[in-house]
Nanobody, 122 residues
């Protein structure tokens, strides 16, 4: 299984970016797909997850980020709007089978992409 994240870049505060996660050797419908992010010196933190049509978000991105499944492209995307400097991080996509109460934790995710840098300037 390989996950490939793309779409990161440099954007001004208030701008938008769309991240995509493509997978090989994995059927999206059988997994919970998640996005996490990490800044240097901090733990990797949960951002959003897509699980059997349901979506989950960390409070700090609710109303600004949207996770979705793009069937045509066969990707799981993270649309990020109204970006803030504190959203700056390396973003990772992940796939796993966590139980619902644990889908915000890294432990339940078995496969990880390589990360894509998102930088939001003020």
């Amino acid at each position: 299984v390989q996950l490939q994240a793309s779409g990161g870049g440099l954007v001004q505060a208030g701008g938008s970016l769309r991240l995509s996660c493509a997978a090989s050797g994995l059927t999206f419908s059988r997994y919970t797909m998640g996005w996490f992010r990490q800044v240097p010196g901090k733990e990797r933190e949960f951002v959003a997850a897509f699980r059997f049509g349901n979506t989950y978000y960390v409070d700090s991105v609710k109303g600004r980020f949207t996770i979705s499944r793009d069937v045509a492209k066969d990707t799981v995307d993270l649309q990020m709007n109204s970006l803030k400097p504190e959203d700056t991080a390396v973003y990772y996509c992940a796939a796993g089978t966590p139980i619902t109460s644990s889908l915000r934790q890294k432990l339940g995710y078995h496969y990880w992409g390589q990360g894509t840098q998102v930088t939001v300037s003020s």
